[in-house]
T-cell receptor, first 115, second 112 residues
Framework: DTGVSQDPRHKITKRGQNVTFRCDPISEHNRLYWYRQTLGQGPEFLTYFQNEAQLEKSRLLSDRFSAERPKGSFSTLEIQRTEQGDSAMYLC?????????????FGPGTRLTVL | QKEVEQDPGPLSVPEGAIVSLNCTYSNSAFQYFMWYRQYSRKGPELLMYTYSSGNKEDGRFTAQVDKSSKYISLFIRDSQPSDSATYLCAMSAWQAGTALIFGKGTTLSVSS
């Protein structure tokens, strides 16, 4: 396994701009998760996919946030009309989706700074 | 009260010390308990995974779960400077396909 990869690693944007992040999960992992982590806090769940279906969304995922996993492989997270409060580390995780231990493996994250 | 409470530290110990990290939780439905290690500006790395109560050992790391007290611990023996990181506890009620609930993380510094 090559691990979960995320792109870009860093993004600086101005308030009001749209941004899009990409996550490539571990090969053949069926489940994919997005989390957000702010300084001094643990990751907070945003949304989850089983293959291409988005099965769960947190109340943290406002209307300005949208996530897709069109072919059940990579996923994108888009934030529209960014606000300074969106500045955070956005983490992607994947899990195999098999019976037994189904642990989540995290990527390196995308650090977003909104000016 | 947050679902998962974790003292953020910082915790500073000399090399070779035994480190004890802890979390408490309020949701009795939690059954799956994990410890992740996170280096500065990196993603969390899974260290230990435990189901229900009991102990699990892996090298220098031991994870303990006491469901009756809603309390979990991670022990690190013979701590090394490379163990300096933030340690996050995480838990969930279901085995798969569910959000992990994290503590804030405890920052550990091991000095040589």
């Amino acid at each position: 396994d090559t691990g979960v990869s995320q792109d870009p690693r860093h993004k600086i944007t101005k308030r009001g701009q749209n941004v899009t992040f990409r996550c490539d999960p571990i090969s053949e992992h069926n489940r994919l998760y997005w989390y957000r982590q702010t300084l001094g806090q643990g990751p907070e769940f945003l949304t989850y996919f089983q293959n291409e279906a988005q099965l769960e969304k947190s109340r943290l995922l406002s209307d300005r946030f949208s996530a897709e996993r069109p072919k059940g492989s990579f996923s994108t997270l888009e934030i529209q009309r960014t606000e300074q409060g969106d500045s955070a580390m956005y983490l992607c995780a994947s899990s195999p989706g098999r019976a037994g231990t189904d642990t989540q493996y995290f990527g390196p994250g995308t650090r977003l700074t909104v000016l | 009260q947050k679902e998962v409470e974790q003292d953020p530290g910082p915790l500073s110990v000399p090399e070779g010390a035994i480190v004890s990290l802890n979390c408490t939780y309020s949701n009795s439905a939690f059954q799956y308990f994990m410890w992740y290690r996170q280096y500065s500006r990196k993603g969390p790395e899974l260290l230990m995974y435990t189901y229900s109560s009991g102990n699990k050992e892996d090298g220098r790391f031991t994870a303990q779960v006491d469901k009756s007290s809603k309390y979990i611990s991670l022990f690190i023996r013979d701590s090394q400077p490379s163990d300096s990181a933030t340690y996050l506890c995480a838990m969930s009620a279901w085995q798969a396909g569910t959000a992990l609930i994290f503590g804030k993380g405890t920052t550990l510094s091991v000095s040589s």
